[in-house]
T-cell receptor, first 117, second 112 residues
Framework: GAGVSQSPSNKVTEKGKDVELRCDPI?????LYWYRQRLGQGLEFLIY????????KSGLPSDRFSAERTGESVSTLTIQRTQQEDSAVYLC???????????????FGPGTRLTVL | AQSVTQPDIHITVSEGASLELRCNYS??????LFWYVQSPGQGLQLLLK??????LVQGIKGFEAEFKRSQSSFNLRKPSVHWSDAAEYFC??????????FGTGTSLTVIP
């Protein structure tokens, strides 16, 4: 079946503009994660959606960052008033809940490369 | 607090040589452990995972990893490296709360 998809693949924006990044998880995956990966760095957790529970927003770096998820499908990550330090690849991943409540591995999308000029 | 440490930022090996990438984690309960690979310009691909049972797990592309609870380690190994293995490798731990923590990655260069 189809994997995790993200759009756009690349986004160039001017400092101060708002951007919206989209993630389509694998159908049936109840968990969805957003990460940020700066050039040459590891993955920085941003936010995590788990079914209908309140999202874990503990990784969002500032109030300029927000994310929404419609049920167990599409998620959008919004960055308001973008800054140059927001330039990074934004990765989305989804995961299937296993019997017993734990989760299987994450399946990653190809990412959105954001460049803030 | 949970964390994952990959002490080697960059490793260079000759093609055909053996490889071991180190990963140490900090987590109070039994962890779920993963190794991912990220090739240049590509997304992250799962190499292998450990949930329970046999502490030596086999993955794709000839990789294996061994979970050592006493050392809080989950090192990745391959007996003979191929040039196509050049990539960034990430170790991750998942908690029972389904939060994932990734290491900062180890960049592997393979020389002919």
């Amino acid at each position: 079946g189809a994997g995790v998809s993200q759009s756009p693949s690349n986004k160039v924006t001017e400092k101060g503009k708002d951007v919206e990044l989209r993630c389509d998880p694998i159908s049936g995956h109840t968990a969805l994660y957003w990460y940020r990966q700066r050039l040459g760095q590891g993955l920085e957790f941003l936010i995590y959606f788990q079914g209908n529970s309140a999202p874990d927003k503990s990784g969002l770096p500032s109030d300029r960052f927000s994310a929404e998820r419609t049920g167990e499908s599409v998620s959008t990550l919004t960055i308001q008033r973008t800054q140059q330090e927001d330039s990074a690849v934004y990765l989305c991943a989804s995961s299937l809940r296993l019997a017993g409540g734990s989760y299987n591995e994450q399946f990653f999308g190809p990412g959105t490369r954001l460049t803030v000029l | 607090a949970q964390s994952v440490t990959q002490p080697d930022i960059h490793i260079t090996v000759s093609e055909g040589a053996s490889l071991e990438l180190r990963c140490n984690y900090s987590y109070g309960a039994t962890p779920y452990l993963f190794w991912y690979v990220q090739s240049p310009g590509q997304g992250l691909q799962l190499l292998l995972k450990y949930f329970s049972g046999d502490t030596l797990v086999q993955g794709i592309k000839g990789f294996e990893a061994e979970f050592k609870r006493s050392q809080s380690s989950f090192n990745l190994r391959k007996p003979s490296v191929h040039w196509s293995d050049a990539a960034e490798y990430f170790c991750a731990v998942a908690t029972t709360g389904n939060q994932f923590y990734f290491g900062t990655g180890t960049s592997l260069t393979v020389i002919p």
